[in-house]
């Protein structure tokens, strides 16, 4: 009989104790835990596709593994020991699939996801937590919330990162700081990256957004207004929404510097332009139509709208798929690119900078790529030169280098 087929899932190895692991993790984190399995254990899990029973797996395992048999009930229990943690096409999965997406679907308000895994679910200890980024080594120095001028336009565009807070959040400080310096804004474009990468260009939600420091409200009027342009069904995949990281933390950040006194407008972006085209169906032309439109709404109201992009740059190492350790020459040889496709970002050259990284076929995996692009769309034209106030990186703990970087347009 049949063995059932492995979801489609994360997978990267990790060392624990000097021992080799691989670790499975579910992007549409529907299973919110990890798995680790021994590498015997995840060649086995790899076979499973649906239509293999275990007689195909023990030959398989055998050639793979010069001869050495594996017992049936081994993988058997390896089968099993997925099944229960729901990494496994299973009815099992299914159901508990359905009942998260109905939960989510009929929730007002997009829960804060990650309060209590990468930062404080608390408020007063979340504003220690990140009161301290300022202050540590690397970071701008003692926040201050006073200061600045409250008839101060906010400003523009603000590319930020979206690393985990406890690798970057020195450099989260840096953009944060200068942008409250600006005049507070009424409305914020937040620009996210969708890791899941569904085939649609952007990803709309209505859902407010919590955060330890109160909910943030979504403008519900401007994302109807950039739902009537979509040629594409901007919903459809909004459960990636509910676990991604890019706008959440962009959230936090905000609430941190206002309270729940600013609404946002929260866009994930996916898959646009060669290539990247994972949906032929969906040309550029409607890409450009749908980015107009949000330069349109910030246009309408100027000195009330900021838009920031929660982006990270380079992913680089043998975590990300190389085949080689980092170095000190690599790192050099990263920053450099960077800083390449920095000059046309801070020109506000949103083209220039999407050539730039795309001239090497992206070899760097910007991630932030789209969602960048898309920021300075939307405010393309306006105001003079973006200021580049943080670069950084940060070494991944299964051998890598993740760069990002604080660019303010005031």
């Not at 081994?74 to 496994?88: K, W």
């Not at 699939?97 to 990650?114: D, F, G, I, N």
């Not at 944060?176 to 990468?197: D, K, R």
Request: proline share 7%.
């Amino acid at each position: 009989m049949a063995l059932p087929a492995l979801r489609l899932i994360d997978a990267f190895a990790v060392e624990q104790q000097g021992q080799r692991y691989i670790c499975l993790r579910d992007p549409d984190g529907v299973v919110e835990h990890q798995v680790l399995l021994t590498p015997p254990a995840f060649f086995i899990a790899c076979q499973l596709d649906g239509r293999r029973d275990v007689p195909d797996i023990q030959q398989v395992f055998a050639r793979q593994y010069s001869g050495q048999r594996v017992a049936a009930e081994d993988i058997r229990r390896i089968v099993a020991h997925l099944d229960e943690n729901g990494f496994l096409q299973t009815p099992r999965f299914v159901a508990l699939q359905r009942r998260l997406v109905e939960e989510y679907t009929h929730a007002a308000v997009r829960p804060a996801y990650l309060a209590g895994r990468s930062y404080p679910a608390e408020a007063g200890a979340l504003r220690v937590f990140l009161d301290d980024f300022f202050v540590r080594d690397g970071g701008p120095g003692a926040w201050q919330h006073t200061g600045r001028s409250q008839a101060a336009p906010p400003a523009r565009c603000l590319i930020a990162p979206h690393i985990d807070f406890h690798r970057g959040g020195h450099s989260y400080a840096h953009g944060y700081w200068h942008l409250y310096q600006q005049g507070q804004p009424e409305t914020v474009f937040i620009f996210g990256v969708a890791h899941a990468s569904p085939p649609v260009p952007f990803l709309l939600t209505k859902k407010h957004f919590a955060t330890p420091f109160g909910t943030l409200e979504t403008d519900q009027d401007i994302v109807r207004r950039l739902e009537a342009v979509c040629t594409w069904d901007p919903y459809a995949h909004e459960m990636v929404h509910r676990t991604e990281h890019s706008i959440e933390f962009q959230a936090v950040m905000l609430a941190y510097l206002y309270g729940p006194h600013v609404r946002i407008v929260p866009i994930l972006c996916a898959a646009f332009g060669p290539p990247m085209e994972l949906s032929p169906s969906i040309p550029m032309p409607a890409v450009e139509t749908f980015l107009e439109t949000c330069r349109d709404v910030v246009d309408a109201a100027p000195g009330r709208v900021s838009v920031v992009a929660g982006a990270d740059l380079a992913h680089v190492g043998r975590r990300f798929g190389d085949a080689f350790d980092i170095h000190e020459a690599i790192v050099h040889d990263v920053a450099g690119r960077d800083h390449e496709d920095l000059q046309h970002a801070l020109r506000g050259d949103a083209l220039g900078f999407y050539h730039s990284v795309l001239r090497d076929q992206n070899a760097r995996r910007v991630c932030g790529l789209n969602c960048i692009y898309a920021a300075l769309k939307t405010v393309d034209g306006a105001g003079g030169r973006g200021a580049m106030l943080h670069y950084d990186y940060a070494h991944d703990p299964a051998g890598g280098i993740v760069s990002f970087v604080n660019v303010l347009f005031p």
